[in-house]
Nanobody, 120 residues
């Protein structure tokens, strides 16, 4: 059974930093694009950043220059370094991975979400 386990959320003051981690575990044959999405109360889930297996990254305009996504392919882990956090970054952050598990076809997997709260 494949799982995505996130960590690193919390409460931080505006201007502060946080680092999120997400590790994929289980019988994984291949792991493609990994990314982070977020969902604020009353809003739709939106893409924050994504990174391919080769390391190409893309970002939402709202986080460019402040957030950095990276991954460790040996550990099946993706990171999101968040700096200069703003109150509008407050949301539940979800890890996403497109992977091919053993015995099943490739599809999207989601983590359980981690709360990030930025106080003004």
């Amino acid at each position: 059974q494949v799982q995505l386990v996130e960590s690193g959320g919390g409460l931080v003051q505006a201007g502060g930093s946080l680092r999120l981690s997400c590790a994929a575990s289980g019988s994984i044959l291949s792991l493609s694009t990994m990314g982070w999405y977020r969902q604020a109360p009353g809003k739709q889930r939106e893409l924050v950043a994504a990174i391919t297996g080769g390391g190409s990254a893309n970002y939402a305009d709202s986080v460019k220059g402040r957030f950095t996504i990276s991954r460790d392919n040996a550990k099946n882990t993706v990171y999101l370094q968040m700096k200069v956090l703003k109150p509008e970054d407050t949301a539940v952050y979800f890890c996403n991975a497109y992977l091919n598990p053993k015995g099943w076809g490739p599809r999207d997997y989601w983590g359980q979400g981690t709360q990030v709260t930025v106080s003004s």
